[in-house]
Nanobody
Framework: QVQLVESGGGVVRAGGSLRLSCAASGATFSQHAFGWFRQAAGTEREFVSA????????EYANHAQGRFTISKDDLKNMVYLQMNSLKPADAGVYYC????????????????WGQGTQVTVSS
């Protein structure tokens, strides 16, 4: 059974940084991709970034480009999201998700989700 567990959220001031982690278990991920999504209260889940497990290819939403960096550790089955220059608009629950097949930026295509980790950015 695939399990995704996020950690690393917290409260940070605008301009600060956080590093989110996603621990993945329960499967071999060589053919898959991992994505990070976020959801603020009253809004739909929004794509942030994704990474291909075997290729290391990355994709970023416009709002994340240049400030966020997604990475992975193959040996530890970990996926990370380094977030710099955080803004109040970046606040929300951040989710790690596993894509089996589909479009990286489409939340509907992801098969497994973690429970999320809260990010709060104060101005």
């Amino acid at each position: 059974q695939v399990q995704l567990v996020e950690s690393g959220g917290g409260v940070v001031r605008a301009g600060g940084s956080l590093r989110l982690s996603c621990a993945a278990s329960g499967a071999t991920f060589s053919q898959h991709a991992f994505g990070w999504f976020r959801q603020a209260a009253g809004t739909e889940r929004e794509f942030v970034s994704a990474i291909g497990w075997s290729t290391g290819t990355t994709e970023y939403a416009n709002h994340a480009q240049g400030r966020f960096t997604i990475s992975k550790d193959d040996l530890k089955n970990m996926v990370y999201l380094q977030m710099n220059s955080l803004k109040p608009a970046d606040a929300g629950v951040y989710y790690c998700a596993l894509l089996i097949l589909g479009t990286w930026a489409d939340a509907n295509d992801y098969a497994y989700w973690g429970q999320g980790t809260q990010v709060t950015v104060s101005s």
